[in-house]
């Protein structure tokens, strides 16, 4: 008796879906998010970075020397077309002319929740954890927020608000 095996075709799996979405990095090239709102303009001329969010305008976006410049950076230095360019707090502080006051801030790092209460709603407040929704920060507050998102962390997810934001925004009030 000759049996024949028959191979059961296996449907592929589905890929589950992600929450949070997909992960864009964004790189300001105009300044017209900080220049619609007074007080988003007046909270980065206090602080001293609209000069440098002005030369980002003017020099605009070099997507292929800045993928050059990350995938050949070792350690604080990169070296690109026989020049050596070295990366330090004040080296960086200088070129940018934002000034350095030797704070370091880390993305890891969390502040006590009782800080966040005053920039979230009141319905929001008891309830509030180390990363809250976009949606829970008071209205006052959210243009300068997103300004801060997009010119300094430049991640492209508005979505959510985590510690370093909220000490940024703290940096900024």
Known sequence: MITKTVKKKIPPKKKGIKKGGQHNSFEPTTTQEITTSPSVLSSFQEVGCLEFCHKIQEVSSHPLLTELF?????GNQVHIAGLDFVLTPKE???ATKIPYI????????YLDLNLYKPFLKLDHRDEFQAIFAFSHLLSSYAPLMKAIMK??????RYSRVYSYHIRLLMHFI
């Open 102 to 109: 030797e704070e370091k801030w880390f993305k890891q790092a």
């Open 151 to 156: 010119y300094f962390t430049c991640e492209g």
């Open 70 to 74: 990350s995938l050949r950076l070792d």
């Open 92 to 94: 960086v502080s200088k």
